[in-house]
Structures are given as structure tokens and as C-alpha cells.
């Protein structure tokens, strides 16, 4: 676990009030309350669109009055020992004094709560209220009261709703459209107390913001207070009904307080809001880590019966995530471990990472588990190998990883050899892992450690890897410190470093893809619209039409009806050719034998003509003519395609293409917007990547020109929206350098 940092921070006391109301038992109920600074949220002006008519920003809601209300009412209110709203009620009164809100007990059966005075109704409040705490097993009678006083904010803790199936989520969709009616923001349902948990305020330095769909998933991070960690606040969004993960992230990314943002989410509301919210947080350079459940088959079942959402294709969760910066992680562990990370590190000077250690074993061990997660450990030059081995006896490996052998820390040889790593420019974070308490050289190494990371702006990390967690070196020096990263595990610190030097590394090239959407459409739109027919697929002539609407290239092609003219247009495309039977139907045309190759002379086509017509009868597929098409040897052979997903809509797929895309399912994804270098990113993370390049002699394919049709393609998908359903261009023969590419096939469905 990262280190600490201690300190003040003073709070505002006002007198505390409450407000409740009729009472029943919630789902569940945990807590939070947040000391920060006012300020930060505010409301979007006019909202900018795409050409799909979706917003380009997110509007950030402006949530200070419901993490620092001025008063709270608590509908429901009890003090009768053993029932379940008279707990939630007292520890909301105890955090109400907390942050200073007046709070109002409601309930009419009582007229007094805990000693403060209880009004029978939400109409009987004595003040505007900024949020009101909803303790009964039915909302939406309640909302409906709270909107004709004009309260801001709303908590519903109670269950059976979206997440018990169609009942629930009709019941649901109600409470919805009441909260919209009624022009309240309601957190909920299905929620509980995280938001008013009792945060440490002894605590400064920039704090984690915490998002979660299951509070008790949020408790690993919460308790990394206890090891000096500040945290600032805590979202437990339940069904989001209303306030979803994208609203929560969209406010932490303006909040000054907030160094990182952690989060475990089950299923997004909303796709788009989430990215537009990512977005936000990446042009305002403000780390997001989450756990994100469903990647399997299992998972997402029970994600989905948890909180009735949809969780959405997992690669397509992954890529929306990468293209947006937020940093995805599997585990509660490493969620604490590299939030940390990210919020107090400071940018770093250099990518270069080098291993220290007293053992050799342990310097090696490392060293290979950290290269093989990409990081990079450069070699010290021979000047800084002599200068460390002024300390380290010359049999001993200094060149990174750097052994010590073990008895120079032990005395004032230590800190010079830590100064001298330090030192070198090539080096930007320095990692000694222990892997076990040693006293007194592993207490003298952790101490020098402690004071070099005070006299340097490098990142330095130490892994304790004691299991028993109780020696003064690791509790008193290593967490007293708040500029050694302290971790308990290889791995967790691999992770953490990774994600550290991949976050700054994006956000200091970081152009928002959705600043380059299209606003209008195209010519090409209007020209692809006219071909489209709706609940149709469409036969591979008319979407070729609609490729080279857009502009992308594929064979010279002529359609005929006749084996003569099939004759005439072979002598005009050029030979060899191909034959492809065309129609509405055929998705599949080489399975049924209806496409024919290397056709050279006018005998071939009239053959090939009367063979692919007899089949078509046969097989009882109507046919809107035969292709006659230029054949197209030699290049590499690629996918390229759009699809539409649940949750982020169309999406747009590369990869290798022909045979090999059902093989090998080498494919990426990517989520528009997104501009060139995302898309040559997309290329990069193919494993067939090299086959780009040119391999057993083969020219360097025309990558300029397989990023232009990703790009086109992309436009298409966005201009184009709910009218195309899916296209696949497969293959697209990519040329080679600068002789571009060509979509030899294609199929397009119209829903």
C-alpha cells in the first residue's frame, strides 16, 4: 500500500438539523461525509452536438449541495431502538453536524426524533431543504412531494427495482420520469450510506474520489485512509435511476481537491456519458482507475442481475476505456494500489525505471517481470557504474538492475548510492524491492530511501514484502512518508508504474476526439442515404455504392444480368477477372460456390455466368445480377467494419481480414469519435501488426491509406447512425506503399 501524508484540514461548523417521514426499511445502508472546499461544479451552457444530434460535452452537475448541504431532511426518521431506519437516522445526524446542515426529522407518527423536532409531512418543513434522505420502502409517492418544495438532491436506499428483473425495472422507469418531472437529482435506488461515511480530515495532499456500484466493494479504498491516504468522497450510485458514474466522474474531474478518481462499476447507464465524462477528466489531467466487472460470460450475468444494467461487449468496454485514458485494473488491490499512485505522484522526468536491491535474485526477479509488462529499465552508463562501484564491491551487477550485495546500506554508503541512481537523467522512478524485513539493514535502507525521495522530484517506490506488516520499517517509516510509493506485491507495483507513466504519458498528448466530430453531414451522407433500404441487407453492389459514397476505393466492377454482356464487361474491367453472384441475401457467397477467380478469356466468363446463375436457382437466392470485378493479387488482406453496441452504439472494427478474421480473430475495436492517431494506435495493438510492414519479402503496405478508409468508415458510421446497423468490408486488399487500398467485398444491413 502507498505511503501517507498527515495534516489539517479545518471544516465550517454549523448547527446540524434534520428531516424524516413515514417509516420502512431500506435495502442497505453504509455512510460518507466529505470535508472539501466549496466550488467546482458548474452547469453547461448551450450543448454543442454531433452530427447524430449526441452531445459533444459533458455537463458537469453542479453536486456541492449534496455532498455539503446547508440542510438535510430526513423522510422516515425513527429513534425506536431496534428498527432499521432509527440506525440510518442517527448516524445521519451525526454527520450532518459533521459538515455543518441543519437537519429535519419527517414522519408523522412522531414529534420529536432523537430531540430534534419532527414535522409531519415534507410540505410541513420549515426551510428549503438542499437534500432529502429518503428512509421509506416506496419513493415515488415522496418524490412527487419534494418536488412541489423545490428540494435539490435526493437519496432512495430502497430495493426491488431494476435490479429484481422486468417488474422491478418498469417500477424503476416510473421513479425516473417522476425525478425528471419534479427537477430534483436523485442518487438511487438501491443505494446506501457511502455518501455519508465519517471521512479523516488529519489528512492533506490530493485525495481519491471514490465511485461505486456496490458499496461494499468501495471498502478496500476507504480504509486506505488508515494507512494516510486521503480520500474526499464517495459515490454509491445503486440502479442509477438518475445520477449516474458518469456524473460523479464528470464533478470529481473539476474538484481542485482530487488527484485521482477510483471506481468499481458493474454496468454503465449510458455509454456516451461515460466517455463524455472520461473526456472531461482527461483534458483536465485527472487519473481515473476503475474495475470494470463482466469480462466474462459469468460475470456479466451477474453484474446485469445486480444492478439491471447492461454491461456491454467487453472489448468494446476496453477500447472505450483505453481510447479515453481511464486505466483498468481487475482487482480491488491493484483499484487501491495505482489510484494512489496516480494521485500523489508528481509528473515524472523520465520513463527510464531502475531496480535496487540488496539481492541479486531479487534485482533479477523483478527486472524481468517489470520488462515484461513493458516498462524500461535502461542501462547505466559506464560512468555511473564506476561512480556506484565506489560503493559496491566490483563483482557485483551494477549496470540496472543495481545489486548491493547487501552490507552498504547498512551504513552511510546507502544514501550515496541511492543519490547516485537518482542522479543519472536516464532515470525517472527508482524501485528497491525488500522482499523481507532484514533489521537493521532493511530499517536503514528503508529510512535512506524516506530521505532521498524528500531531496528528489523522481518517483520513488518500495515493495514491502513482509507478509506480517507490522515492522516499524514498514509502518512508521515506509507509510509515515509521503513520497515513497509503498506497495505490498511485485505485481501490484509493476501495475501501478505502468499505469503512472501510460496516464501522463496520454494526457500530455491528449486531444479531445470529440472537439473534431462532425457537426453536419457530408455530401457522402446525403448521397448514402438516398442507397439505403430500410430492414434490408444490402447485396454487395449496392454497398460497394455506398463505400464509394464516401469516398472508398474498390475494384472497377460492372453489374450485368447476361452472359454476354458479362463478356463485354470483362473486356472493359481488364483481365483476369472475377465473378461474384450479387444479391440481398448473400452474406456468404464463397461457401454456396458463387464467387469465381482468375477468369481469363470471354469462354471462362460465359461458363462462369451459367454456373453461378444455375447455383442461385438451386439454392433459391434471388439475385440482382453477377459482378463482373478486377482482380486485385497482391497486398495484405484486412477487415474493416462497423457494428452497434448496447451501451456506446456504432463502433468500428479493424483487423486481418479474409479467412483469417474467423481463424484468428485478430481484431480491434474502437468507439467514435476518434481521430488518426487512435486509429493507428487500433493498428498497433493487432498481433498481426507486422504483417503491415512487410514481412518474407513482402512490400510495406499503404498504411496511410488503410488509416484513411478506418477514418471514412468511421464518418459513415457516425453520419449514418441508427440507418446502418452493421458494415463489413472484407477483405480490403491494403496495397502496397502508396498505391492505397480496395474493398473487394462488402455487406451492409439497413435495420
Given at each position: 500500500?502507498?505511503?501517507?501524508?498527515?495534516?489539517?484540514?479545518?471544516?465550517?461548523?454549523?448547527?446540524?438539523?434534520?428531516?424524516?417521514?413515514?417509516?420502512?426499511?431500506?435495502?442497505?445502508?453504509?455512510?460518507?461525509?466529505?470535508?472539501?472546499?466549496?466550488?467546482?461544479?458548474?452547469?453547461?451552457?448551450?450543448?454543442?452536438?454531433?452530427?447524430?444530434?449526441?452531445?459533444?460535452?459533458?455537463?458537469?452537475?453542479?453536486?456541492?449541495?449534496?455532498?455539503?448541504?446547508?440542510?438535510?431532511?430526513?423522510?422516515?426518521?425513527?429513534?425506536?431502538?431496534?428498527?432499521?431506519?432509527?440506525?440510518?437516522?442517527?448516524?445521519?445526524?451525526?454527520?450532518?453536524?459533521?459538515?455543518?446542515?441543519?437537519?429535519?426529522?419527517?414522519?408523522?407518527?412522531?414529534?420529536?426524533?432523537?430531540?430534534?423536532?419532527?414535522?409531519?409531512?415534507?410540505?410541513?418543513?420549515?426551510?428549503?431543504?438542499?437534500?432529502?434522505?429518503?428512509?421509506?420502502?416506496?419513493?415515488?409517492?415522496?418524490?412527487?412531494?419534494?418536488?412541489?418544495?423545490?428540494?435539490?438532491?435526493?437519496?432512495?436506499?430502497?430495493?426491488?427495482?431494476?435490479?429484481?428483473?422486468?417488474?422491478?425495472?418498469?417500477?424503476?422507469?416510473?421513479?425516473?420520469?417522476?425525478?425528471?418531472?419534479?427537477?430534483?437529482?436523485?442518487?438511487?435506488?438501491?443505494?446506501?450510506?457511502?455518501?455519508?461515511?465519517?471521512?479523516?480530515?488529519?489528512?492533506?495532499?490530493?485525495?481519491?474520489?471514490?465511485?461505486?456500484?456496490?458499496?461494499?466493494?468501495?471498502?478496500?479504498?476507504?480504509?486506505?485512509?488508515?494507512?494516510?491516504?486521503?480520500?474526499?468522497?464517495?459515490?454509491?450510485?445503486?440502479?442509477?435511476?438518475?445520477?449516474?458514474?458518469?456524473?460523479?466522474?464528470?464533478?470529481?474531474?473539476?474538484?481542485?481537491?482530487?488527484?485521482?478518481?477510483?471506481?468499481?462499476?458493474?454496468?454503465?447507464?449510458?455509454?456516451?456519458?461515460?466517455?463524455?465524462?472520461?473526456?472531461?477528466?482527461?483534458?483536465?489531467?485527472?487519473?481515473?482507475?476503475?474495475?470494470?466487472?463482466?469480462?466474462?460470460?459469468?460475470?456479466?450475468?451477474?453484474?446485469?442481475?445486480?444492478?439491471?444494467?447492461?454491461?456491454?461487449?467487453?472489448?468494446?468496454?476496453?477500447?472505450?476505456m483505453r481510447q479515453f485514458g481511464v486505466i483498468r485494473v481487475d482487482g480491488l488491490d491493484e483499484l487501491q494500489d495505482t489510484a494512489t499512485l496516480l494521485a500523489r505522484a508528481r509528473k515524472p522526468t523520465a520513463e527510464g525505471v531502475a531496480v535496487y536491491s540488496?539481492?541479486?535474485?531479487?534485482?533479477?526477479?523483478?527486472?524481468?517481470?517489470?520488462?515484461?509488462?513493458?516498462?524500461?529499465?535502461?542501462?547505466?552508463?559506464?560512468?555511473?557504474?564506476?561512480?556506484?562501484?565506489?560503493?559496491?564491491?566490483?563483482?557485483?551487477?551494477?549496470?540496472?538492475?543495481?545489486?548491493?550485495?547487501?552490507?552498504?546500506?547498512?551504513?552511510?554508503?546507502?544514501?550515496?548510492?541511492?543519490?547516485?541512481?537518482?542522479?543519472?537523467?536516464?532515470?525517472?522512478?527508482?524501485?528497491?524491492?525488500?522482499?523481507?524485513?532484514?533489521?537493521?539493514?532493511?530499517?536503514?535502507?528503508?529510512?535512506?530511501?524516506?530521505?532521498?525521495?524528500?531531496?528528489?522530484?523522481?518517483?520513488?517506490?518500495?515493495?514491502?514484502?513482509?507478509?506480517?506488516?507490522?515492522?516499524?520499517?514498514?509502518?512508521?517509516?515506509?507509510?509515515?512518508?509521503?513520497?515513497?510509493?509503498?506497495?505490498?506485491?511485485?505485481?501490484?507495483?509493476?501495475?501501478?508504474?505502468?499505469?503512472?507513466?501510460?496516464?501522463?504519458?496520454?494526457?500530455?498528448?491528449?486531444?479531445?476526439?470529440?472537439?473534431?466530430?462532425?457537426?453536419?453531414?457530408?455530401?457522402?451522407?446525403?448521397?448514402?442515404?438516398?442507397?439505403?433500404?430500410?430492414?434490408?441487407?444490402?447485396?454487395?453492389?449496392?454497398?460497394?455504392?455506398?463505400?464509394?459514397?464516401?469516398?472508398?476505393?474498390?475494384?472497377?466492377?460492372?453489374?450485368?444480368?447476361?452472359?454476354?454482356?458479362?463478356?463485354?464487361?470483362?473486356?472493359?474491367?481488364?483481365?483476369?477477372?472475377?465473378?461474384?453472384?450479387?444479391?440481398?441475401?448473400?452474406?456468404?457467397?464463397?461457401?454456396?460456390?458463387?464467387?469465381?477467380?482468375?477468369?481469363?478469356?470471354?469462354?471462362?466468363?460465359?461458363?462462369?455466368?451459367?454456373?453461378?446463375?444455375?447455383?442461385?436457382?438451386?439454392?433459391?437466392?434471388?439475385?440482382?445480377?453477377?459482378?463482373?470485378?478486377?482482380?486485385?493479387?497482391?497486398?495484405?488482406?484486412?477487415?474493416?467494419?462497423?457494428?452497434?453496441?448496447?451501451?456506446?452504439?456504432?463502433?468500428?472494427?479493424?483487423?486481418?481480414?479474409?479467412?483469417?478474421?474467423?481463424?484468428l480473430r485478430d481484431v480491434v475495436v474502437g468507439v467514435p469519435p476518434f481521430g488518426e492517431d487512435q486509429a493507428r494506435a487500433m493498428l498497433d495493438e493487432l498481433r498481426g501488426r507486422a504483417l503491415l510492414d512487410g514481412v518474407r519479402g513482402a512490400p510495406p503496405?499503404?498504411?496511410?491509406?488503410?488509416?484513411?478508409?478506418?477514418?471514412?468508415?468511421?464518418?459513415?458510421?457516425?453520419?449514418?447512425?441508427?440507418?446502418?446497423?452493421?458494415?463489413?468490408?472484407?477483405?480490403?486488399?491494403?496495397?502496397?506503399?502508396?498505391?492505397?487500398?480496395?474493398?473487394?467485398?462488402?455487406?451492409?444491413?439497413?435495420?
Amino acid at each position: 500500500m502507498l505511503g501517507s501524508t498527515h495534516g489539517t484540514l479545518t471544516t465550517h461548523s454549523r448547527p446540524a438539523r434534520v428531516v424524516a417521514c413515514g417509516e420502512q426499511p431500506p435495502h442497505t445502508v453504509h455512510g460518507m461525509s466529505e470535508p472539501h472546499r466549496d466550488g467546482g461544479g458548474q452547469s453547461a451552457g448551450p450543448v454543442d452536438r454531433d452530427v447524430s444530434g449526441r452531445p459533444l460535452h459533458a455537463p458537469v452537475p453542479d453536486l456541492d449541495r449534496f455532498f455539503r448541504p446547508e440542510s438535510v431532511a430526513v423522510i422516515g426518521a425513527s429513534d425506536s431502538e431496534g428498527r432499521p431506519n432509527t440506525g440510518i437516522t442517527r448516524q445521519l445526524i451525526a454527520w450532518a453536524e459533521r459538515v455543518g446542515a441543519r437537519l429535519h426529522p419527517v414522519n408523522p407518527g412522531r414529534t420529536q426524533v432523537f430531540g430534534l423536532p419532527c414535522h409531519a409531512s415534507v410540505a410541513a418543513l420549515p426551510e428549503p431543504v438542499d437534500l432529502a434522505v429518503l428512509l421509506v420502502g416506496d419513493p415515488l409517492p415522496v418524490i412527487e412531494q419534494l418536488a412541489e418544495t423545490k428540494v435539490k438532491f435526493a437519496v432512495a436506499f430502497a430495493s426491488g427495482f431494476a435490479e429484481t428483473g422486468e417488474r422491478g425495472a418498469a417500477a424503476q422507469e416510473r421513479l425516473a420520469e417522476a425525478v425528471a418531472r419534479s427537477g430534483l437529482r436523485l442518487l438511487g435506488p438501491n443505494t446506501n450510506l457511502n455518501a455519508f461515511e465519517k471521512f479523516r480530515t488529519d489528512l492533506d495532499g490530493p485525495a481519491i474520489a471514490l465511485i461505486t456500484q456496490s458499496g461494499h466493494q468501495g471498502r478496500p479504498v476507504f480504509s486506505l485512509q488508515e494507512l494516510g491516504i486521503r480520500l474526499s468522497h464517495w459515490a454509491p450510485t445503486g440502479n442509477e435511476a438518475d445520477l449516474e458514474t458518469a456524473d460523479f466522474l464528470s464533478y470529481f474531474a473539476t474538484r481542485p481537491e482530487v488527484g485521482a478518481v477510483a471506481a468499481y462499476v458493474e454496468g454503465l447507464k449510458d455509454g456516451r456519458s461515460f466517455l463524455l465524462a472520461a473526456d472531461r477528466a482527461a483534458r483536465n489531467k485527472v487519473p481515473v482507475v476503475a474495475v470494470k466487472v463482466g469480462r466474462t460470460e459469468t460475470g456479466a450475468r451477474t453484474a446485469a442481475s445486480h444492478t439491471g444494467k447492461l454491461t456491454g461487449a467487453d472489448e468494446v468496454v476496453d477500447a472505450a476505456m483505453r481510447q479515453f485514458g481511464v486505466i483498468r485494473v481487475d482487482g480491488l488491490d491493484e483499484l487501491q494500489d495505482t489510484a494512489t499512485l496516480l494521485a500523489r505522484a508528481r509528473k515524472p522526468t523520465a520513463e527510464g525505471v531502475a531496480v535496487y536491491s540488496i539481492s541479486g535474485g531479487t534485482g533479477a526477479h523483478f527486472s524481468d517481470l517489470a520488462t515484461a509488462a513493458g516498462l524500461r529499465l535502461p542501462t547505466l552508463g559506464a560512468a555511473k557504474q564506476a561512480e556506484l562501484h565506489q560503493w559496491i564491491p566490483e563483482y557485483l551487477h551494477v549496470a540496472n538492475p543495481v545489486d548491493n550485495g547487501g552490507h552498504p546500506v547498512g551504513d552511510w554508503r546507502g544514501r550515496k548510492i541511492l543519490d547516485a541512481i537518482l542522479a543519472d537523467p536516464s532515470i525517472g522512478i527508482l524501485i528497491c524491492p525488500i522482499t523481507g524485513p532484514f533489521p537493521p539493514m532493511s530499517d536503514k535502507l528503508a529510512q535512506d530511501l524516506v530521505d532521498a525521495a524528500e531531496q528528489t522530484d523522481k518517483l520513488v517506490c518500495v515493495v514491502w514484502g513482509s507478509p506480517v506488516g507490522t515492522e516499524d520499517a514498514y509502518r512508521r517509516t515506509l507509510l509515515g512518508s509521503s513520497r515513497v510509493a509503498t506497495f505490498r506485491t511485485f505485481a501490484n507495483c509493476i501495475t501501478a508504474v505502468r499505469a503512472y507513466l501510460d496516464h501522463h504519458r496520454f494526457v500530455a498528448g491528449y486531444r479531445s476526439p470529440f472537439d473534431d466530430a462532425p457537426r453536419v453531414l457530408s455530401p457522402s451522407a446525403r448521397k448514402a442515404q438516398a442507397l439505403m433500404r430500410p430492414g434490408q441487407q444490402l447485396s454487395e453492389h449496392a454497398a460497394k455504392q455506398l463505400l464509394r459514397a464516401y469516398g472508398i476505393r474498390v475494384p472497377r466492377e460492372q453489374l450485368v444480368t447476361s452472359a454476354a454482356a458479362a463478356v463485354r464487361a470483362a473486356s472493359l474491367v481488364g483481365y483476369p477477372v472475377v465473378m461474384k453472384a450479387s444479391g440481398p441475401q448473400l452474406a456468404h457467397k464463397t461457401e454456396l460456390g458463387l464467387v469465381k477467380v482468375q477468369l481469363t478469356s470471354a469462354s471462362q466468363v460465359r461458363d462462369a455466368y451459367r454456373e453461378l446463375t444455375d447455383i442461385a436457382r438451386y439454392e433459391d437466392v434471388p439475385l440482382d445480377g453477377v459482378l463482373v470485378c478486377q482482380m486485385i493479387e497482391r497486398g495484405v488482406e484486412m477487415v474493416v467494419g462497423v457494428t452497434r453496441d448496447s451501451l456506446f452504439g456504432p463502433t468500428v472494427t479493424v483487423g486481418l481480414g479474409g479467412v483469417l478474421v474467423e481463424v484468428l480473430r485478430d481484431v480491434v475495436v474502437g468507439v467514435p469519435p476518434f481521430g488518426e492517431d487512435q486509429a493507428r494506435a487500433m493498428l498497433d495493438e493487432l498481433r498481426g501488426r507486422a504483417l503491415l510492414d512487410g514481412v518474407r519479402g513482402a512490400p510495406p503496405a499503404d498504411l496511410d491509406a488503410l488509416v484513411e478508409v478506418v477514418l471514412r468508415v468511421q464518418r459513415m458510421a457516425l453520419e449514418l447512425g441508427d440507418d446502418l446497423s452493421e458494415l463489413d468490408i472484407n477483405p480490403l486488399v491494403v496495397l502496397p506503399r502508396g498505391q492505397g487500398a480496395v474493398a473487394l467485398d462488402a455487406l451492409a444491413v439497413c435495420p
